[in-house]
């Protein structure tokens, strides 16, 4: 199989719910040297995409959607396993998760992940995390950045959230804010006075790095 083959082999697999072969392609991807984000973002991501999409227009329905994130899932899996682990820490400490009543956590994942490689040590939450537990955790581990993940345009609200927490405890200096997820947008990011916004995981760390550099 050749790369072309292993990222619309990998699409396919995420389209068709099937998580075996989604396994399957991730371990070969990864065995023929693709590069775990390109094969992630060419491949996986664009597929979970497809059926978000089939989804919104009633063409595909809850059952089909769990089937194929079970997949993803299992292909996310690997690919941020196989990511370098670097030895050179240090970068700064994010914490990071997904807003309270918002189970959705591919996407943050891969993020946390990323960060991991690149240096950052990561302190992951989790999802549906309670807007509370993301300051607390920033202030035990003393983070540089805290970063939040919203997929609902209904859980969204809940990054607005923490910004008014920060400011409530008199801690929104301390730490700087970062935002994502596929309804959110450098305009939602300026209305909440967030410091950044990211559209993926590699754009994160670009950001997160000219974050900690304006100190
Ligand atoms: C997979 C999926 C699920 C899975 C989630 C499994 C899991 N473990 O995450 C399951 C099946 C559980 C699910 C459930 C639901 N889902 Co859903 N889901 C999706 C889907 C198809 C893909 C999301 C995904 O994983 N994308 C792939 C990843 C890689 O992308 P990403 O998450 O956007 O993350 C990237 C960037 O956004 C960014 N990023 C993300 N977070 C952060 C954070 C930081 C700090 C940074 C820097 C960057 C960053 O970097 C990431 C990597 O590049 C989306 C469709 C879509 N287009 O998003 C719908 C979608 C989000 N779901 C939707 C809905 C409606 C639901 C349900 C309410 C369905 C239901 N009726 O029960 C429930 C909600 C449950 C809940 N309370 O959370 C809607 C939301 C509509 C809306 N406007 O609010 C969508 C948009 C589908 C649609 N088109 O209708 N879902």
Do not use: C
């Not at 990561?122 to 919203?150: K, M, N, Q, T």
């Amino acid at each position: 199989m050749n790369k072309v083959e292993i990222l619309e082999g990998a699409q396919k697999a995420i389209l068709e719910s099937d998580a075996n072969r989604a396994t399957e392609l991730a371990q070969r991807g990864l065995a023929e040297g693709i590069d775990p984000i390109e094969l992630m973002n060419e491949g996986f991501v664009l597929g979970i995409n497809k059926v978000g999409d089939l989804f919104s227009v009633g063409k595909l329905f809850l059952p089909e959607l769990l089937m194929s994130s079970k997949a993803m899932e299992a292909a996310t899996g690997i690919i941020n396993a196989a990511l370098p682990s670097t030895a050179n820490k240090g970068k700064g400490k994010l914490v990071i998760g997904t807003v309270e009543g918002d189970i959705h956590d591919i996407g943050k994942t891969i993020v946390a992940s990323l960060f991991k490689a690149n240096g950052f040590e990561v302190y992951d939450l989790g999802r549906d995390v309670p807007i509370p537990r993301f300051v607390e955790e920033a202030e035990r581990v003393g983070a540089h950045l805290i970063g939040s993940s919203a997929l609902l345009t209904t859980t969204m609200t809940g990054q607005k959230r923490l910004e008014e927490e920060l400011k409530e405890s008199g801690l929104r200096e301390k730490f700087k804010t970062i935002v994502g997820g596929a309804p959110v947008t450098q305009r939602w990011a300026d209305r909440i006075g967030a410091d950044a916004f990211a559209e993926d995981a590699t754009d994160g760390i670009k950001k997160a790095k000219q974050l900690l550099e304006q100190g």
